[in-house]
């Protein structure tokens, strides 16, 4: 499934590459994750928990650099994990690029993902809704921590974020497929062309 999202934040371009450029700080700011360890050659393990409906997963699995384009501004990374109940996988590739804005930068983000077990139950707007406010989150995240970084604060003053919260992440993505649904229902009526 490939689900398409961007968001802004308020540096410059270099600013925010030279923050990506730093995998924990990125993980950091990722509700839900937690970079466990550097396996080096640009591989990474860690975790992630999140709940989507009534079901809690929390996976275990590696993410790993397979592109960085300095001058493209453009980073490819692939993640694969397992629910440590044994109850799904997830595989994704991200690909993430910046681009100059009046106010700073875009960062537009394609994922494709695939998942099994007991998270592939739900459809594909309710995986995007949630992904959509996972991504929000983030580019908030970020803003907070280049913000503090650029006061002077280390990794360790900034903290950490808070996990990935199963029922603000499901009031969200409802409120979105609600919006969706009255959108289609509300919508002016426009005949097909013949």
Do not use: H
């Amino acid at each position: 499934m490939l689900i398409e999202s961007s968001f802004e934040v308020a540096q410059p371009v270099e600013k925010v590459w030279t923050f990506f450029d730093d995998i924990p700080q990125v993980a950091a700011c990722l509700p839900g994750a937690e970079l466990t360890e550097d396996l080096g050659d640009d591989r990474y393990g860690g975790k992630v928990a999140i709940r989507m409906g009534p079901v809690k997963m929390a996976f275990d699995g590696t993410a790993a650099i397979k592109e960085r384009d300095d001058a493209g501004k453009k980073i490819v990374v692939d993640a694969a994990g397992a629910d440590v109940k044994g109850r799904g996988q997830a595989a994704m590739s991200v690909i993430a690029s910046l681009v100059p804005i009046a106010r700073g930068s875009k960062v537009d983000v394609a994922m494709d993902l695939q998942l099994s077990g007991a998270a592939a139950q739900y459809g594909r707007g309710m995986i995007a809704d949630v992904t959509a406010v996972l991504m929000r989150d983030f580019a908030t995240n970020m803003q907070n921590r280049i913000d503090a970084l650029e006061k002077g604060l280390s990794p360790d003053q900034i903290g950490t974020v808070a996990p990935a919260s199963g029922f603000g992440i499901a009031m969200q993505a409802m409120r979105m497929a609600l919006t969706r649904v009255l959108r289609r229902f509300f919508a002016p009526y426009r005949p097909n062309p013949t």
